[in-house]
Nanobody, 125 residues
Framework: QVQLVESGGGLVQAGGSLRLSCAASGRTFSSNTMGWFRQAPGKEREFVAAVSWIGGTTHYADSVKGRFTISRDNAKNTLYLQMNSLKPDDTAVYYC??????????????????WGQGTQVTVSS
């Protein structure tokens, strides 16, 4: 059974940092593009960042560019999101996701096949 389990969320003051982790189990994801999405109350789920399965290419939403860094450790089957200079607008549930094998980076949530349960990030002003 494939599982993606996020951790590292919490409450932080504006300007602070958090590091999210996503541990994958049930299969290896070294051949899968992986990404982070977020969903705030009353809003649609939105793309945050993604890293390709080959070459380590990364893409970021404009709203987080320069503040967030996505990375992966294929040996540990783990995805990370380092979030710095957090703002109240970053408050959301953050989800880890993976595409099917060999798929490239896309921004649409519907194109990702595996999802974690989400972790809450709350940034206070």
């Amino acid at each position: 059974q494939v599982q993606l389990v996020e951790s590292g969320g919490g409450l932080v003051q504006a300007g602070g940092s958090l590091r999210l982790s996503c541990a994958a189990s049930g299969r290896t994801f070294s051949s899968n593009t992986m990404g982070w999405f977020r969903q705030a109350p009353g809003k649609e789920r939105e793309f945050v960042a993604a890293v390709s399965w080959i070459g380590g290419t990364t893409h970021y939403a404009d709203s987080v560019k320069g503040r967030f860094t996505i990375s992966r450790d294929n040996a540990k089957n783990t995805l990370y999101l380092q979030m710095n200079s957090l703002k109240p607008d970053d408050t959301a549930v953050y989800y880890c996701a993976a595409r099917g094998p060999g798929g490239g980076i896309v921004y649409a949530a519907s194109r990702y096949d595996y999802w974690g349960q989400g972790t809450q990030v709350t940034v206070s002003s």
